[in-house]
């Protein structure tokens, strides 16, 4: 059957072996999408969709707050978003913010690209479209449709999946010492992807189990990693004929990769090499998510976005809900995506670029400023994204080697957040992490104040 709403003069499918409507739930290729009001005429006098003519109600006291509501609610320059026609339901397609994202990202056409309420709207839907929900007893049995994610990784891929009631198969990143070379990612350094345990995990579940792994997700730069995965071990596995599912490579700090002294053409350049997005026009089973969340500072608009193929970028707006991207959120999204606002974009990713360099080597001077008697370890990953994941160590202790101490790192966060002002994220519960603490780049006074506080947690405990 096929695709609703999809033109019939399609290119042929890259690599041969992916069919995408034999991917597709059955029951999701026959659906008959919502036709909403919007998908037939929005100009003119508009009593189709049951809107109110009067418009909204929000009134801007000039006295201040009203009762039960804070000052830091009101927000100066709101009058903005007020003035749009918040009594109409937003356009659902959005044609001229995914022109802006096909352009940036060198897509062949806005037909590549889907829009969703943040990135997880988007991780969501790809499992309800592509995943049979059904795990069985205790997540045994034979016949069922499963994911398969890369721990250490981001926690809302499973978060997902158990809503769907789908099954999640675990591949480690390489994260054992004696596995590892003596470098951050690329095809065996710490954090990188074990393809042939993938295959080997792919295999068992479809042979010997009788399931089928419908999505592989991967998260490049990591969270909590912050490293790249290999772009030659994702084609890999794409071309891998045995594995019938998509590739979904998250990419939510992709724009992070360069350095702070790169100019506008050398960062697009190296975003465009280390980006997943390169693979879209040519393999129909990889899906590129990406965000205005992270490199954008938009993470209060909630703005997720899909690259991928023409026809999963249809199945996918088949599927969702009619107006999923509000009003104001379009507007916003727009107008950081003007020429003047990607100007600023590149600067900020410099400026928080050239910080992370600098925090980094903070970080490191720490245990040589101490004879590191304040127990700060070795900063591992990737250090590609807007944070830098780095190990406490155990107290001094005489003739011992100090290991990372994950009960220690809780305490510090902790202290941290409840007496000292300053959030960092535990992240020593995550394979690999042992001992871990995860620190955003923040602004320059944000980073020295920081420090100082670690500085002061560090002594105390």
């Known amino acids: ?78 009058e903005d978003t007020l003035s749009l026609p918040l009594h109409r339901y937003p356009d659902p397609v959005h044609l001229p913010i995914k022109e802006r994202i096909a352009s940036l990202r060198s897509l062949p056409s806005p037909e590549n690209v ?36 890369t721990p250490p990784t981001y926690g809302m891929y499973t978060v997902c999946a158990q809503v769907n009631d789908v099954g999640v198969v675990k591949v480690p990143l390489r994260v054992k010492e004696e596995d590892i070379s003596s470098q951050e990612g690329g095809k ?3 954090f990188s992807l074990d393809v042939d345990a993938l295959k080997a995990a792919v295999i068992h579940e479809q042979r010997e189990l009788g399931n089928t792994i419908k999505i592989i997700f991967l998260c490049s730069p990591g969270n909590p990693t912050g490293t790249l995965i290999d772009p030659e071990s994702v084609k890999e596995v794409l071309e891998w004929s045995d594995f019938k599912g998509i590739v979904v490579v998250d990419e939510a700090y992709i724009d992070f990769v360069g ?55 249809q199945i996918l707006s088949n599927t969702k809900a009619p107006y999923n991207v509000s009003l104001p959120t379009a507007y916003l999204a727009l107008k950081a995506l003007s020429p003047e606002s990607l100007d600023r974009w590149r600067s900020n990713i410099r400026t928080l670029n050239a910080s992370r360099i600098s925090l980094i080597q903070s970080l490191q001077n720490l245990p040589e400023q101490n004879d590191n008697e304040l127990g700060v370890g070795p900063i591992i990953g990737g250090n590609n994204a807007n944070f830098i994941l780095f190990r406490i160590l ?20 902790k202290r941290l957040a409840e007496e000292m002002g300053v959030v960092v994220r535990y992240r020593g519960n995550e394979l690999g992490c042992d001992g871990c603490l995860r620190i955003t780049i923040g602004t320059e006074e944000e980073n020295a104040t920081a420090l100082e506080k670690l500085r002061e947690a560090l002594k105390e405990l």
Not at 49 to 73: C, D, F, M, R
């Open 1 to 78: 059957m096929p695709i609703l709403g999809l033109s019939p003069n399609q290119p042929p499918s890259y690599p041969e072996h992916f069919d995408v409507e034999s991917a597709i739930r059955p029951n999701i290729l026959a659906l008959h999408p919502y036709r909403c009001a919007r998908d037939d005429y929005s100009e003119g006098i508009l009593l189709d969709a049951n809107e109110n003519a009067l418009g909204h109600s929000i009134v801007q006291s000039s006295s201040g707050p009203t009762p039960g509501e804070s000052s830091s609610s009101i927000t100066p320059g709101i």
């Open 259 to 313: 350095s702070g002294e790169d100019n506008d053409a050398k960062m697009d350049e190296e975003i465009k090499k280390k980006s997943a997005a390169s693979l879209v026009e040519k393999y129909h089973n990889v899906v590129v998510t990406q965000t205005l969340s992270k490199s954008f500072g938009l993470a209060g608009i909630r703005l997720g976005i899909a690259l991928a193929s023409v026809p999963i970028v």
């Open 114 to 149: 889907f829009l969703g309420v943040g990135s997880d709207e988007v991780l969501d839907l790809l499992i309800r479209v592509f995943v049979q929900p059904g795990v069985g007893l205790e997540g045994q049995g034979r016949g069922y449709d499963k994911i398969l994610i």
């Open 394 to 413: 155990e107290k001094a202790k005489a003739d011992k080697e100090r290991k990372p101490d994950s009960a220690r790192a809780q305490k510090i966060y």
């Open 188 to 190: 065996v350094g710490r």
